[in-house]
């Protein structure tokens, strides 16, 4: 299956269960992808999540029914389109129309939102900096936390705090003492996308580990697997270098390219903290297989 018709199904999917429950991971497999590179890919491409999406598409239809007339009461449209009470109903109906459910069906202005569909395009035209790694089983040594879902810049934000505070509490200093960077040449960010659970995802900050003894410094050795990987150059300031790599990465080399997700890891490889730098460069490599 190409990509376009994977992500089709996905939307058809999602819009075919509206008045139900969506499962995310039931969409994602019919995008023949995992549910967090599905999420991550659909907010990159439309600009708000899957969760957003299913939320203001709802909120639409169910203007539509109540400027409809019928009978229905208020109660029966909010249990419909996945309220538990008129009350968070009228609330979500609010922030996005601007008017109550009352005022919408006797005959106040609504908002509407249509379903996404998936078009043939011309785009691209652009270069990327990519190779393709084998790289053997190695260990890392690094600190973990959990961070939320993809939603907006709320995962990035989570991230990008989580660096700052590594960077002054000491934690920086003791993965160096027992990293060693002459195959990675650099600190990592760890991106454990295979291990997706309903919270989020773990993420980590590390380097390859050196094999020293550790001291109890709370830090995690951990295993991983032989991957091949696509390695992606990013170039300018981040995070917003990253997240302009990532998105091209998404929209434009996946969709055309030999490869999928490999439902591995992702490793991001910083050089050095001068992140800032316009002219920083640092390295995106994501675990992959080979289209069947």
Known sequence: MDWITGIQRALDYTEAHLTGEVDYEEAAEAACSSSFHFQR????????????????????????????????????????YGYDTPESFSRAFARFHGITPTQARHGGSVKSFSRLSV???????????????????????????????????????DISAFWGKCSTDGTMEQICKYGKFDSLHGVLGICFSDELADSG????????????????????VIDIPAYTYAVFICRGQMPDA???????????????????????????VYPSADVQDPNYTCEIWIAVKEKK
């Open 41 to 80: 890919m659909f907010t990159m491409l439309c600009g708000f999540t899957l969760g957003d999406y299913i939320r203001m598409r709802r909120l639409a239809l169910a203007a539509e029914d109540l400027m409809r007339r019928t009978d229905n009461k208020v109660i029966d449209i909010a249990y419909r």
């Open 119 to 157: 078009k043939l395009i011309l785009s691209g035209g652009t270069t990327m900096d990519y190779r393709i790694e084998k790289k053997d089983a190695f260990k890392i040594i690094c600190k973990k936390i959990q961070v939320s879902k993809p939603q907006g810049d709320t995962a990035t934000e």
């Open 201 to 220: 995802f773990p993420y980590g900050i590390g380097a390859e580990y050196n094999g020293m003894p550790l001291n109890g410094e709370g830090l995690d």
């Open 242 to 268: 990253f997240k302009d790599t990532y998105k091209k990465i998404c929209t434009e080399f996946f969709p055309q390219s030999n490869y999928d997700y490999g439902h591995g890891v992702e490793l991001e």
